[in-house]
């Protein structure tokens, strides 16, 4: 496997890598709010970083110690 192909995932490899459905990150992409995505032609991928850095930024601390 070529180390470009390590870096990026596709729509389901990505859904199954942040633990959501594909139906999830297509609404979320709807609404705006999902990671960022790369589309090559008819082809969407993720960048494996990315999404480790997108789910750091949604990481929330729990409310009560």
């Not at 490899?13 to 594909?22: D, L, M, R, S």
């Not at 609404?27 to 991928?45: C, D, F, H, S, T």
């Not at 949604?58 to 110690?65: K, M």
């Amino acid at each position: 496997m070529s180390q470009a192909s390590e870096q990026f995932l596709t729509w389901h490899e990505a859904a199954k890598f942040i633990g959501v459905t594909t139906r999830t990150l297509a609404r979320w992409y709807a609404e705006g709010k999902g990671p960022p995505r790369i589309k090559v032609q008819r082809q969407v991928l993720y960048s494996k970083q990315s999404l480790i850095n997108w789910l750091r930024e949604h990481e929330e601390t729990p409310c009560r110690s």
